[in-house]
């Protein structure tokens, strides 16, 4: 009923930049929160960045001022533009999403994960 369609990822050296997005579709009545989380081998999945309904945004602070996050309500779409790239951003980005669903729900929904690779 719901699904996150992530795109974006890939290889970069170090320095470099790249841009992921995230679209969500299915019987969605609203997007609250939008957000990334990452995990790379052997560590936990951690919180990259969010951004609420109102354009409000956190970071976690290993990416600060080096990754921007932005949406697009219309279409219902997170972005992440990742710049200044480091090898230990290398990890599998998960977008996620709190939807309302059309009959009152609320669903938490995952993407299915993009890799990305920093080369040093």
């Known amino acids: 009923q719901v699904q996150l369609v992530e795109s974006g990822g890939g290889l970069v050296q170090a320095g470099g930049s790249l841009r992921l997005s995230c679209a969500a579709s299915g019987s969605i009545f609203s997007v609250n929160s939008m957000g990334w989380y990452r995990q790379a081998p052997g560590k936990q999945r951690e919180l990259v960045a969010q951004i609420l309904k109102d354009g409000n945004t956190n970071y976690a602070d290993s990416v600060k001022g080096r990754f921007t996050i932005s949406r697009d309500n219309a279409e219902k779409t997170v972005y992440l533009q990742m710049n200044s790239l480091k090898a230990e951003d290398t990890a599998v980005y998960y977008c996620?999403?709190?939807?309302?669903?059309?009959?009152?729900?609320?669903?938490?929904?995952w993407g299915q994960g993009t890799q990305v690779t920093v080369s040093s």
């Open positions: 996620n999403a709190d939807i309302v669903m059309y009959w009152g729900t609320r669903y938490d929904g």
